[in-house]
Nanobody, 124 residues
């Protein structure tokens, strides 16, 4: 599967952005999906995950109640709606896919497929 992330940009604190990750290749419903983020010099950190069917989700504590992950298998896209953004949300955001598990969860090492990343910058 090939993943293409988009939707990043510059936003003021308190604002919103919606990231998209479009997939091509094998049937999208075969993949559990995740969003991760990374800042320079730090490890890639888990943000949110969703199962193959889009019915179950899981979030990092730092984004819970502010971010929403969703998956539309009809258009081969996973989304990350980000509200009430904070400067500490500034990072490169990556989408990831896994076809070995119905729900993959928080570990980046379990996701074999990655998008190219999209920059999110939140100004104070």
């Amino acid at each position: 599967v090939q993943l293409q992330a988009s939707g990043g940009g510059l936003v003021q604190a308190g604002g919103s952005l919606r990231l998209s990750c479009a997939a091509s290749g094998r049937t999208f419903s075969s993949y559990a999906m995740g969003w991760f983020r990374q800042t320079p010099g730090k490890e890639r950190m888990f943000v949110a995950a969703i199962d193959r069917g889009g019915g179950s989700t899981y979030y990092a504590d730092s984004v819970k109640a502010r971010f929403t992950i969703s998956k539309d298998n009809a258009v081969n896209t996973v989304y990350l709606q980000m509200n009430s953004l904070k400067p500490e949300d500034t990072a490169v955001y990556y989408c990831a896919a896994d076809d070995a598990r119905y729900f993959t969860g928080t570990s980046p090492t379990l996701y074999p497929y990655w998008g190219q990343g999209t920059q999110v910058t939140v100004s104070s």
